[in-house]
C-alpha cells in the first residue's frame, strides 16, 4: 500500500452519517486503501473559514459527498471552491445509491473501495 494520504472530506451537515461511513470503511482491514480524515467534525464559530483553508492546504486532496443536500450546503460549496483554489485534486462520491445529484464542477463516482482508492492512489 502507498503511504496514507491525508484527505479532506466536504461533506453537507445532513450527510455527517455517510462521512463518518467513508472514515469507518478506510479502517477495514480489507480496505485497499487509507487516509486521515481532515474533514470539520463541529461547526466552527468564527473564522471557520481560515481554519478550514488551513486543512485543505494541509491535504493531499478532496473528496465530496454528494447529495441533494450538496445543492444548498454553504460550507460545502465553499470547501469545494476553497479546494479548487488550493489546486488540490477533487473528487465527488455520491453519498447515497439512489441520488445522482450533479455538482457543477465536481467529476463524481459510485461510492466503491475501487473508485476511492484510485482516487487516493492518484494523489
Do not use: H
Request: hydrophobic content about 35%; proline content about 2%; overall charge neutral.
Amino acid at each position: 500500500m502507498a503511504d496514507t494520504k491525508v484527505v479532506f472530506v466536504a461533506f453537507a451537515i445532513e450527510d455527517e452519517r455517510q462521512r463518518d461511513f467513508l472514515k469507518g470503511q478506510s479502517l477495514s482491514p480489507r480496505a485497499p486503501y487509507e487516509f486521515i480524515d481532515m474533514s470539520v467534525k463541529e461547526a466552527y464559530e468564527s473564522g471557520w473559514k481560515d481554519k478550514v483553508r488551513t486543512r485543505i492546504r494541509r491535504s493531499d486532496g478532496v473528496i465530496v459527498l454528494v447529495s441533494k443536500n450538496s445543492l444548498t450546503s454553504e460550507g460545502q460549496e465553499w470547501e469545494i471552491k476553497c479546494a479548487k483554489e488550493e489546486g488540490k485534486k477533487v473528487r465527488g462520491i455520491w453519498a447515497y445509491s439512489d441520488d445522482r445529484t450533479q455538482l457543477a464542477g465536481v467529476t463524481t463516482v459510485v461510492w466503491s473501495d475501487a473508485n476511492i482508492s484510485s482516487f487516493i492512489d492518484s494523489l
